[in-house]
DNA sequence: GCCGTTTTCGGCCCGACTGTTTTCAGTCG
């Protein structure tokens, strides 16, 4: 079982539990190990099975938990998820999708009502039956039924692409109300993940500027879920909710954190906070009821004896740690780019194009990736930038490079891309190294099959790829679980190559989605071999 | 269920909004 169905399974089990009532600090537990498992970018059986990077020493996992994912990573199965589900119905899950439908209710609906399924509860709700329930009343049972119906209407996850798509207009609305101090979106949004559930923006204002009502009636709200005094959320037309919360200035700081998140890294935090006898809130920082600031992020960090992490790696993956100890990475930037990975089929004339967009950048080379070399020698003579020749090979299933010397010595850059979908991670694994081992490769692009990341010994691979000067490609275009890949890419020593994959001026802007993922995964511009100059990179493709 | 510059037992982040409640539980961020 890969990693990710492992994860949505934890957090299955941590469901039923939570509706049979259990402690939530255990459920808690399921949960943290279903995210840290889904999180890495190896497969389970390439983790050793004690000591150092052992499943049991990652945080949140001790032995029974190990037990668990190993037993569900061999077998599929977990036998403990099949006695939760004997005694509660699995079709209960599906009512904590509704909004305002916890464990709690499910439970007191599933035991009062014997309803089980969404279909039933339904029914329930239009015969007025809920309300027979004890805290449960007229609105509450209106709010089921409407969540019922719109189920189907409510996003799921969007890329960040697409969020900011949709947020920058109202943010850019939002801005102009007078009286807006401040206002930044924060949430997973500034973490920058690859993808989001909801839109939280926060503002700085003084409660008479009602901000929260501007959002109510903004063109493209649609839905009001919930409006107080300093936190209102809406259900915009296109099915993505946006949480809106409202400080003073004073606290924007200590709100900025706590809404930036990652939910880990802030309880990891202000458990630093209870041990200092301090309380962290989006308030401030709080001793004995005195408030000590909360003005600047900075002061929340500092509070508990810690330097300021970037927003993209606050998710209770060492970082903390690293703050501590003033071993914080220094994140590859924007500026630091000055080459990328773009593709062959445009004409002369929109290669032209990209060439001088990129130079107005501060870009300083080109891969073009699949152009006739006589394309790319005509656009030499005015780029500006300097331009390679590259091209794509296919990796057969034993590592064998499908394309002979005399083709591959017609390029600068050789990338090796393999057609993963029939084999075995172990398979993969070895054919990946064999392609590697080959010397033809300069570049090894990230394997997908079925249109999801493969997985493999991304370890194994990198280091691989580390002893033979190959670059690992991480294509702005698919960046599930690109995160985790450029930490592990990272840690084995090697570098990763940012391919935007670029056919137009505008699809140049991508290769930014991929910096936001290396920056994620911890990535510091030796990391990262779009930081070279283009002297730099002939050197490296010459493997000097 | 995990974990330990307090601890191997007994804690485990903290607050806003809603509905149903005569004082707070449940859900969500
Ligand atoms: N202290 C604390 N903060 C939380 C908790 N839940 C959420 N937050 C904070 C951190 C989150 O990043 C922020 C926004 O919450 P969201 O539910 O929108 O999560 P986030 O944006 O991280 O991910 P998302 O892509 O929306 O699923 O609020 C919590 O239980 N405790
Ligand atoms: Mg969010
Ligand atoms: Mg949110």
């Given at each position: 079982m890969d990693n990710e169905t492992i994860g949505s399974t934890l957090d299955q089990v941590a469901d039923l539990l939570e509706i049979e009532g259990a402690s939530v600090f255990r459920v808690r537990a399921y949960r943290g190990a279903a995210r840290t498992v889904s999180a890495l970018a190896s497969p389970v059986s390439t983790l050793p099975e004690k000591g150092p990077g052992s499943l049991e020493e990652l945080p949140g996992i001790g032995k029974d938990l190990a037990g668990k994912i190993r037993e569900l990573a061999e077998t599929g199965e977990l036998a403990m998820l099949h006695e939760l589900k004997s005694r509660t119905p699995e079709s209960l899950i599906h009512l904590l999708e509704l909004p305002g439908l916890g464990p709690k209710r499910a439970k007191a609906i599933h035991e009062g009502l014997g309803i089980d399924t969404i279909e039933e509860l339904e029914k329930a709700a239009r015969e007025g039956r809920l309300r027979a329930l004890k805290g449960v009343g007229p609105k509450l049972e209106a709010q089921i039924l409407e969540g019922i119906a719109a189920r189907a209407a409510r996003g799921k996850r969007i890329s960040l692409a697409e969020a900011e798509a949709q947020v920058e207009p109202i943010v850019a609305r939002l801005r102009e109300v007078p009286g807006v101090l401040r206002i930044e979106v924060a949430g997973s949004y500034r973490r920058r993940r690859d993808n989001v559930g909801d839109v939280d923006i926060l503002v700085a204002a003084d409660?008479?500027?009602a901000i929260g009502k501007k959002l109510i009636a903004?063109?493209?709200?649609?839905?009001?879920?919930a409006d107080g005094d300093t936190k209102t959320s809406v259900l915009l037309k296109s099915g993505l909710q946006v949480d809106l919360r409202v400080v003073p200035e004073e606290t924007f700081g200590a709100a900025m954190h706590y809404f930036t998140g990652s939910k880990a890294h802030n309880i990891a935090i202000r458990t630093l906070g209870v041990r200092k006898k301090l309380k962290i809130s989006e308030w401030g920082v709080f001793q004995e009821d005195k408030r000590l600031s909360g003005e600047r992020e900075e002061d929340v960090f500092e509070a508990v004896g810690l330097a300021w992490v970037p927003p993209e790696i606050r998710e209770d993956r060492g970082e903390i740690d690293a703050a501590r100890e003033g071993k914080l990475p220094k994140l590859v930037e924007r500026a630091e780019l000055r080459g990328d990975f773009v593709a062959g089929k445009p004409d002369a004339d929109e290669l032209a194009a990209i060439t001088s967009a990129w130079r107005a950048k501060g870009g300083a080379w080109l891969v073009v990736i699949g152009a006739p070399r006589s394309v790319i020698e005509r656009a030499?003579?005015?780029?500006g930038v300097e331009l390679f020749a590259g091209r794509v090979v296919t990796i057969g299933e034993g590592g064998s490079i499908g394309a002979s010397e005399e083709e591959l010595a017609e390029v600068d850059v050789v990338i090796g891309e393999i057609d993963a979908a029939n084999l075995a991670e172990k398979a993969l694994t070895q054919a990946l190294v064999a392609a590697v081992e080959?010397?033809?490769?300069h570049v090894l692009a990230r394997p997908f099959g079925a249109g999801k990341p493969r997985q493999f010994d991304v370890e194994a691979v990198a280091k691989a790829c580390r002893e033979r000067g190959v670059l690992l490609g991480l294509d702005a275009r698919f960046l599930q679980g690109a995160d985790g890949y450029a930490r592990a890419v990272k840690e084995a020593g090697a570098r990763l190559a940012l391919t935007?994959?670029?056919?137009n001026v505008e699809e140049v802007e991508l290769l930014r989605y991929g910096l936001d993922q290396a920056r994620r995964g911890w990535c510091e511009a030796k990391d990262v071999a779009n930081t070279l100059s283009a002297g730099e990179l002939r050197t490296f493709l010459a493997r000097g």
């Open positions: 409660v008479s500027v903004d063109p493209q709200t649609d839905k009001v879920l030499r003579e005015h780029a080959t010397g033809c490769l935007s994959h670029a056919r």
